[in-house]
């Protein structure tokens, strides 16, 4: 098997539970995918063994980019809402007025397999552009048995023609479908029977749904929960985004891996994340698109000791970026996390929302997945806004070329 030496970079390696980890005039030994050794190159075994040489050219390397939350597949942009917001139209208003995600909906129903895969394509093209190596992708646009099912097996072929990883969300309780107007529990019932069938064919990783007055009740989302847990499933949450619901104690609960959003979060709801390991994740796109004005509780969660992640939750409605560096900045310049609370945010915690144990490091026995920037120390990657600051995406221990 073939031993890589990955040399001349200022390595970020966030491998002690504070500080950036950095190790200058790094390097790293990959093999299989994964990484082997990680020290200054003079520390490097003078009889190493090694087959192929990489020179990373002084680069700031860190763990590659894990993006915990995204809706990336679906067909149709919402430019016409954002211009109606604009105006003064709240999100929810609109919702309720059958536009917003029905909107996306109806276009996603609409839309092949093959024309939602070339545009997923593009969109996730774009993220590894900016240094993300592992994605989760929900359904949630389909909204019936087929096109729920027709969303998924896009985000699978996506991972097995693209070299990244995705882990596939089931949000079938993401807005009551129009057939089903006025019955929601039905439409419930269908979405706990779907979920079994999608289950064996092995198209879901998670499962979330959408707590909220213009989602699913508590009951409803606890119902779902049931069904998932009956088939091994794990859990994640929207929650508290825009009123508190009690989603996130429910989901502690049923061990979630994360409860995401979490503006209208209380103290109940973070001591309940503390208590069973559930991940914080925070979503500053949907924050600032929506043009919130309650913050998420963030002293509150460090306090309790909850890891917080960030992500892009890209999607057509609350937040249609491509570009998780703006993420970042973001949830420092609005959120006021540290830079350094960010990169751990969209690498090791965002693992951890996925129930990844393997990646978010530069370690030895991680996978070999890192990213070089043309930046001369990290927390420029929160700093920079709109800049193009990636230089190189290395996945199981291959560049990746777009
Ligand atoms: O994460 N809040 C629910 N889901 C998405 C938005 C979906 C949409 O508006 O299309 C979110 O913000
Ligand atoms: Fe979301």
């Known amino acids: 098997m073939t031993i890589a030496l990955w040399k001349n970079a200022r390595l970020v390696t966030l491998s002690s539970s504070t500080g950036w980890g950095i190790v200058d005039d790094g390097a790293m030994l990959t093999e299989r ?40 597949v679906y067909a149709g942009a919402r430019a016409a809402e954002f211009e109606l917001r604009l105006q003064g139209a709240s999100y929810e208003a609109i919702a309720r007025a059958g536009g917003g995600i029905r909107s996306t909906v109806a276009a996603t129903r609409a839309a ?23 994605i989760e992708i929900k359904s949630g646009y389909g909204l019936t048995e087929r096109d729920e099912a027709k969303c998924l097996r896009v985000a699978r ?25 006025h019955r929601d529990d039905a439409y419930i019932d269908a979405v706990c029977e779907w979920l079994t069938g999608l289950h064996v064919e092995r198209l879901v990783d998670a499962v979330d749904a959408f707590c909220e007055r213009i989602g699913f009740s508590l009951a409803q989302t606890q119902r779902v929960f049931d069904r998932a847990k009956s088939l091994g499933l794990p859990v994640k949450l929207h929650a508290e985004q825009l009123s508190d619901m009690g989603g996130t104690a429910l989901a502690a609960r049923y061990d979630a891996l994360s409860c995401d959003h979490l503006e209208y979060a209380n103290d109940d709801a973070v001591r309940a994340m503390a208590e069973r390991g559930t991940v914080a994740v925070l979503l ?39 570009s998780p560096l703006l993420i970042m900045n973001m949830a420092c310049t609005l959120f006021r996390l ?51 600051a990636c230089r190189q995406v290395v996945v199981a221990g291959h560049a990746v070329r777009s």
């Open 157 to 181: 072929r996506l991972a097995r023609e693209r070299p990244v990883t995705v882990r596939t969300t089931y949000l079938a309780a993401h807005a009551l479908p129009p057939e089903f107007e």
């Open 338 to 388: 540290t830079p350094e609370e960010a990169l751990r945010g969209m690498t090791m915690n965002g693992a951890r929302a996925l129930g990844l144990h393997d990646r978010g490091v530069l370690a030895p026995g991680m996978r070999a997945d890192f990213v070089a920037w043309d930046v001369e120390h990290p927390n420029e990657l929160a700093y920079w806004f709109g800049r193009r």
């Open 284 to 322: 500053p796109g949907a924050y600032y698109f929506l043009r919130e004005t309650k913050l998420p509780p963030v002293q509150a969660l460090r306090d309790a000791g909850v890891p917080i992640a960030i992500a892009t939750d890209h999607n057509p409605g609350t937040s249609p970026t491509l």
């Open 33 to 72: 995918g994964m990484i082997r050794w990680v020290g200054a190159l003079g520390d490097l075994p003078q009889d190493q063994r090694v087959d192929e040489a990489h020179d990373l050219g002084g680069a700031v390397v860190t763990p590659g980019l894990v993006d915990c939350h995204t809706h990336l």
């Open 112 to 134: 092949s397999g093959e024309r939602l895969y070339l545009l997923a394509l593009d969109r996730l093209n774009a993220l590894q552009a900016e240094g993300v190596t592992t």
